[in-house]
T-cell receptor
Framework: ETGVTQTPRHLVMGMTNKKSLKCEQH?????MYWYKQSAKKPLELMFV???????ENNSVPSRFSPECPNSSHLFLHLHTLQPEDSALYLC???????????????FGEGSRLTVL | AQSVTQPDIHITVSEGASLELRCNYS??????LFWYVQSPGQGLQLLLK??????LVQGIKGFEAEFKRSQSSFNLRKPSVHWSDAAEYFC??????????????FGGGTRLMVKP
């Protein structure tokens, strides 16, 4: 398996549920990202991990909790979400900043989240 | 702060016609520029990128883009559009080497529709 894989592809949850999104990359990269894509809004960067360290938290509410156990895996833990959190959540990876870097991000296919 | 503007939210062209999607950026230094495409229900796929050198860059699927520093633009072109090109196109500007990963800023996207 190659590229960036996200699971689940679709998730429906209530506001009191706890769920997690998973991302795995097989590209040998050391930086991973979570983006949120809502209807009619530009792609919003949520979190960045570089060599497993969180280097960016773009003022994301605490009901979203990222976890990066190693450079190949990234999770987004979801708790007490709101209906406005319904969106496509995209994971991406890239070469880390300590490596020679071509600059581009490689994206997964996304997890479509619906909060009821 | 860097920003990207895609002035056209929707564009409709006839199959076989030429295409130009506009992108204007704001960035204080030499930009790293990208075009991504997103088909419905999918993640983002890189079409092409510009770092330096020749200002006309070739990408996949017959696309090209031209960097014009004087106009702060990076417009995407294709001489003959195919029905399979119908998708959403995103321009992005980034700083690929810093201590926080690849900080890409995306434009709002242009949705391309292709008429038979």
């Amino acid at each position: 398996e190659t590229g960036v894989t996200q699971t689940p592809r679709h998730l429906v949850m209530g506001m009191t549920n706890k769920k997690s999104l998973k991302c795995e990359q097989h590209l040998g990269h050391n930086a991973m990202y979570w983006y949120k894509q809502s209807a009619k809004k530009p792609l919003e960067l949520m979190f960045v991990y570089n060599f497993k360290e969180q280097t960016e938290n773009n003022s994301v509410p605490s009901r979203f909790s990222p976890e990066c156990p190693n450079s190949s895996h990234l999770f987004l833990h979801l708790h007490t979400l709101q209906p406005e959190d319904s969106a496509l959540y995209l994971c991406a990876s890239s070469q880390g900043w300590r490596q020679w870097n071509t600059g581009e991000l490689f994206f997964g296919e996304g997890s479509r989240l619906t909060v009821l | 702060a860097q920003s990207v503007t895609q002035p056209d939210i929707h564009i409709t062209v006839s199959e076989g016609a030429s295409l130009e999607l506009r992108c204007n950026y704001s960035y204080g230094a030499t930009p790293y520029l990208f075009w991504y495409v997103q088909s419905p229900g999918q993640g983002l796929q890189l079409l092409l990128k510009y770092f330096s050198g020749d200002t006309l860059v070739q990408g996949i699927k017959g696309f090209e883009a031209e960097f014009k520093r004087s106009q702060s633009s990076f417009n995407l072109r294709k001489p003959s559009v195919h029905w399979s090109d119908a998708a959403e196109y995103f321009c992005a500007v980034g700083t690929p080497v810093n201590n926080a990963g690849n900080m890409l800023t995306f434009g709002g996207g242009t949705r391309l529709m292709v008429k038979p």
